[in-house]
């Protein structure tokens, strides 16, 4: 598990677009919280790619995005028994990011979780909000907020 703060992996435009508008609405819905991104690399015959400074995923066109609130997160993260200081670290990021421009962004693959916070991507999450609404049938993302 890690958190990395000013670090954006390289999204292609469609995956950042409905990352962005899950975060977005998520954030209206409900306040702070992060974008859940669970992968599932089992089949790479059509497929987006992920690339963190450290991993490449491979995601499948529909992804599996969420928005959990930040008591949701503390929650989910629990789950994976990270230590406290970890979580602690998360959570204040949850408390402190600015979303209108940056997302709390936790991937999911397997047995791994990382955690990043995407900030100055080449698209803001209103604006991405803003274009998948205008773009909706082109899209129709699977989303939750929780």
């Known amino acids: 598990m890690s958190l990395r703060n000013n670090f954006s992996p390289i999204l292609n435009i469609n995956t ?33 790619l992920i690339s963190t400074q450290c991993k490449t995923f491979y995601l ?9 609130t ?9 789950e994976w028994v990270l230590n406290s200081k970890a979580i602690i670290r998360i959570i204040k990021a949850v408390d402190d990011y600015n979303p209108q421009k940056e997302i709390i962004l936790v991937l999911k693959c ?6 990043d916070i995407l900030v100055n991507s080449v698209i803001s999450p209103v604006e991405s909000y803003k274009q998948i609404s205008r773009r909706w049938e082109e899209f129709k993302p699977s989303h939750r907020t929780f």
């Open 60 to 68: 499948e066109q529909n992804l599996n995005l969420f928005f959990l």
């Open 110 to 115: 397997g047995n791994e979780l990382e955690v």
């Open 16 to 48: 950042l677009l409905l990352i962005g508008y899950t975060a977005w609405e998520g954030f209206l819905k409900s306040g702070n919280g992060a974008v859940i991104c669970l992968l599932d690399i089992s089949d790479t015959s059509d497929v987006a």
């Open 70 to 78: 930040k008591s949701k997160v503390q929650a989910y993260l629990q």
